[in-house]
């Protein structure tokens, strides 16, 4: 089955963390540029990092940078966001996203809420 599914969300306090998982399936995960959304209630849905797959460079979004890292794990097809020094507006729901642009392919998991409270 071609899917995403994320995990690990949850409730956290202000600076502390959390750490996303992704799980892929059913498609070419290593030949795939993975990204982590964020949608939070009100707003459009923004890019918070994003990771390729040959060479594996990553990109953040301002707002996290240094507070956030995203990785990928091949062998086991998951992609992570290991989140420190959460704060109030990083409160959304995060998506899994995957991309391959030359075969026009992209993929969504159905999302994972983290709520950090002040």
């Known amino acids: 089955q071609v899917q995403l599914v994320e995990s690990g969300g949850g409730l956290v306090q202000a600076g502390g963390s959390l750490r996303l998982s992704c799980a892929a399936s059913?498609?070419?995960?290593?030949?795939?540029?993975m990204r982590w959304y964020r949608q939070a209630p009100g707003k459009e849905r923004e890019l918070v990092a994003s990771?390729?797959?040959?060479?594996?460079?990553?990109n953040y979004a301002d707002s996290v940078k240094g507070r956030f890292t995203i990785s990928r794990d091949n062998a086991k097809n998951m992609v992570y966001l290991q989140m420190n020094s959460l704060k109030p507006e990083d409160t959304a729901v995060y998506y899994c996203?995957?991309?391959?642009?030359?075969?026009?392919?992209?993929?969504w998991g159905q999302g994972t809420q983290v709520t950090v409270s002040s």
């Open positions: 990771i390729g797959s040959a060479p594996v460079s990553t």
């Open positions: 059913g498609f070419t995960f290593s030949s795939s540029a």
């Open positions: 996203n995957a991309v391959r642009a030359v075969l026009r392919f992209e993929l």
